[in-house]
């Protein structure tokens, strides 16, 4: 893509080139995920979206659909430290932060050293997080916040990048601790992964059922990563868009007065102002990953429905008649996009 003077004039060249670099560094890394991954093209855009803003991403979907492949796959390309932590009803704290452990050294004494839990990783997959206690789920939101864990009263940092999937299965409910907002509100993304379409299960049958599957190649490292995350913050944004997005998030909330009169009796609490941070940062990162040098109406569209549906908290009245938060956001996108497409 050709640099254009009205596109650049608020990126500096430099940046401009490493916008370049990430597009192409992000279609080597989705075409190794491609290898082994059949069809779920938006999936891994939003992965990596996430990925690339600094946010965390809660896959929702039904067993079977390769979200725990698909996380692990992604750590490989990616040349980041990974680690996998099953998410059970006896789970505490310290499995997943570390804990000390008295030591013997020289000299015959013993100390206390800390050893490290699952949570230093640069990619955490948190497989079925809604199975672990309120406890253990409160270590979680410090971790994914503050990028660091505190135990026994000490404070340890989490090496960057430090990037959180965590899986629900949406049909099996016994035995589980529903995440609570507060929780909900630290995830970038709600990630919905579908079925596949019936040649993609085709395809999936046959890669699955014959040789080994193969290596991945590395497409980028940790300093690389993190590099890239702060080009994102870097990509320029139109004043309107960050209206906007603002806009978009006010109107989820049914207490306000802006929000249109068919949502109010659907909708029990909307999202906060954190949803606002995300739609511009999901929207410059995927804005780097598509090769464009500032923000675009497409871009906060496309995040629109990720970072907002898990912040939507619908009432009953919709519930009974089968409305989703997930409608509730697609028909607010669509109407107040038209609008100010209208306007403009």
Not at 265 to 293: E, F, I
Request: aromatic share 6%; charged share 25%; hydrophobic share 45%.
């Amino acid at each position: 893509m050709p640099i254009e003077p009205s596109q650049t004039d608020t990126l500096p060249r430099d940046d401009a080139a490493a916008i370049d670099e990430l597009r192409a560094a992000y279609e080597r890394l989705s075409g190794e995920l491609g290898r082994i991954i059949v069809g779920q093209k938006e999936i891994i855009e939003q992965l990596a979206i996430c990925l690339f803003a600094g946010g965390h991403a809660l896959l929702m979907g039904v067993p079977g659909l390769a979200k725990t492949l698909l996380v692990r796959r992604l750590g490989e390309t990616l040349a980041l430290t990974f680690s996998r932590i099953q998410f059970t009803p006896d789970l505490m704290p310290m499995d997943i932060t570390g804990t000390d452990i008295l030591q013997e050294v020289p000299g015959g004494k013993r100390v206390f050293e800390f050893a490290k839990g699952p949570l230093f990783a640069n990619i955490v997959l948190a497989d079925e997080i809604n199975r672990a206690p309120s406890k253990t789920q409160a270590a979680m939101l410090e971790a994914m916040q503050e990028h660091r864990v505190t135990v026994i009263g000490r404070t340890y940092p989490l090496a960057p990048p430090f990037f959180v999937l965590a899986t629900q299965n949406p049909i099996e409910q016994e035995g589980t601790y529903p995440l609570p907002e507060a929780q909900l509100d630290r995830f970038m993304f709600l990630i919905q992964i579908d079925y596949p379409s019936r040649d993609e299960e085709i395809e999936i049958a046959r890669t699955t059922t014959g040789a080994a599957s193969p290596l991945l190649n590395e497409t980028m490292g940790g300093d690389q990563v993190v590099a890239y995350q702060e080009l994102v913050r870097r990509v320029p944004v139109p004043e309107h868009l960050y209206a906007f997005a603002t806009d978009l998030a006010r109107q989820t909330r049914p207490h306000n007065g802006e929000s249109p009169a068919w949502l109010k009796p659907l909708v029990a609490w909307g999202a906060g102002p954190r949803a606002v941070q995300y739609l511009v940062l999901g929207a410059k990162a995927r804005a780097a990953l598509h090769g464009s040098y500032l923000v675009r109406w497409e871009d906060v569209i496309a995040v629109a429905e990720p970072v907002l549906t898990h912040r939507v908290i619908t009432t009953f009245t919709a519930e009974s008649d089968g409305i989703t938060s997930r409608d509730v956001v697609r028909r607010l996108v669509d109407e107040l996009g038209r609008d100010r497409r209208v306007r403009l």
